[in-house]
């Protein structure tokens, strides 16, 4: 750890929708949550635009972990791997929303959740991947459940319906994504996997979902737009834009190509009272593949490297709060108990103005320094501490990023 003192600075949510944090360039956040090098806080916004998760609402709210995996879970899956839903093609030809909705609306699951004695009614949704039942759906529709129900029609008999307790295989708070396991000894129908890579603006694409627990409501719009950067934390997958209608209870289910291909995991929306419609967002699955991948082999992206903190962007309140005399930073609020960060000495009230010669001032700066490196990997991180007279010392730390557990 290198400790060395260069310079002293003189001390002078709506009931169904729930805030998702904030939009580039649109949205001027004044605070942002930075969770081992990546933001899940709500932020708030100028024009007061929210991005919104389309779920239902249920109890709970965020906790520090960007993963999660369940006990029962802990165990390696080795009967699943990627190729398993890579194989695009569902049909060779072009359907219209008819033949999609018969061909694939089987595969499209409504999740419930059980908090103590008490179940949900549908809150979100999912797709069934594999015959064996692995399920995508996004990590904000199960965040806080003590158990998840997945309920699956009956291929015989659409007015009946069978739910099973899934296990949850994996979930990634940061991208959004989380992957279920459900099981019985017949097979499930499931739905292909595509190339997002593939679509183009105007191309027709559709949603199957269960809107406000109205189950297996089909919506259809076109591709608005491809490569949508939302920035509302380090690690957001780029997403599909569409406007398709989309609504609470959309939250994980599976936007389509015509092909009736998965080319997109619906998770969000932009809303302003009712003055904005149609404007949708789907994480694009080529993007969500190498996650998911990790999801099931792991329970958690292991590969991910981070710093192994939480913080706050510098702002003028936690400025005038804590005396902060810098104008732009990074104020630590926890250091992970068994990160190198804390080894080396990083601890609480240090502000983090730098990382390898880069000057950090919100969290996608973080991510644009760290994006490339590896667990293990050495970072030299310029802090200024405070002392008991409230003078602020520029020092050097050196720490090795953590991984995601």
């Known amino acids: 750890m290198e400790n060395n003192p260069e310079n002293k600075i003189e001390n002078k949510q709506q009931p169904y929708i729930k805030k998702k944090g904030k939009l580039r360039v649109v949205i001027a956040a004044c605070l942002a949550t930075v969770i081992c090098g990546s933001a899940i806080g709500f932020g708030s916004s100028q024009l007061i635009i929210e991005i919104a998760n389309i779920v239902e609402s249920n109890s709970g709210g965020r906790n520090g972990d960007s993963n999660n995996r369940s006990d029962s879970s802990a165990k390696k899956i080795t009967n699943f791997t990627l190729a398993n839903i890579t194989t695009a093609g569902s049909t060779e030809r072009e359907m219209n929303g008819t033949e999609l909705f018969e061909e694939l609306g089987d595969t499209v699951v409504g999740i419930k959740l059980v908090n103590g004695r008490e179940t949900s009614d549908i809150i979100g949704s999912g797709v069934i991947t594999s015959e064996d039942g692995f399920i995508i759906t996004c990590a904000h529709v199960i965040e806080n459940a003590d158990k998840v129900i997945v309920v699956v029609d009956d291929y015989e008999d659409s007015s009946l319906q069978h739910e099973y307790e899934a296990e949850v295989i994996g979930q990634d708070r940061p991208t959004d994504l989380a992957v279920l396991k459900i099981e019985r000894k017949e097979g499930f129908k499931f739905a292909r996997v595509g190339r997002s890579s593939e679509l183009k603006i105007g191309q027709t694409v559709a949603a199957i979902g269960n809107p406000l627990g109205f189950v297996k409501t089909m919506t259809q719009g076109i591709v608005s737009g491809l490569q949508r950067d939302l920035q509302e934390n380090a690690y957001m997958l780029p997403s599909i834009q569409t406007d398709t209608a989309l609504n609470p209870g959309n939250s994980g289910c599976p936007l389509f190509d015509m092909y009736g291909n998965v080319v997109g995991i619906v998770n969000i929306k932009i809303v302003y009272g009712s003055r904005i419609d149609n404007l949708g967002f789907a994480i694009s699955i080529d993007e969500a ?29 936690n400025r005038a709060a804590y005396g902060i005399t810098v104008e732009a930073g990074l104020f630590v609020e926890t250091v992970s108990p068994d990160s190198d960060a804390a080894a080396q000495g990083l601890s609480r009230g240090d502000i983090i103005i730098k990382i390898d010669g880069q000057s950090v001032e919100t969290v996608a700066d973080i991510q644009s320094v760290i994006k490339d490196k590896n667990v293990g990997d050495e970072v030299v991180v310029n802090i200024v501490r ?15 990023l953590t991984n995601s557990g």
């Open 386 to 400: 405070y002392n008991n007279l409230g003078e602020g010392i520029e020092m050097l730390i050196t720490f090795k």
């Open 289 to 317: 593949q190498e996650v998911i991948s990790e999801l099931v082999e792991h329970g958690l992206v292991f590969s991910r490297a981070r710093l192994g903190i939480t913080a706050m962007e510098v702002n003028e309140y």
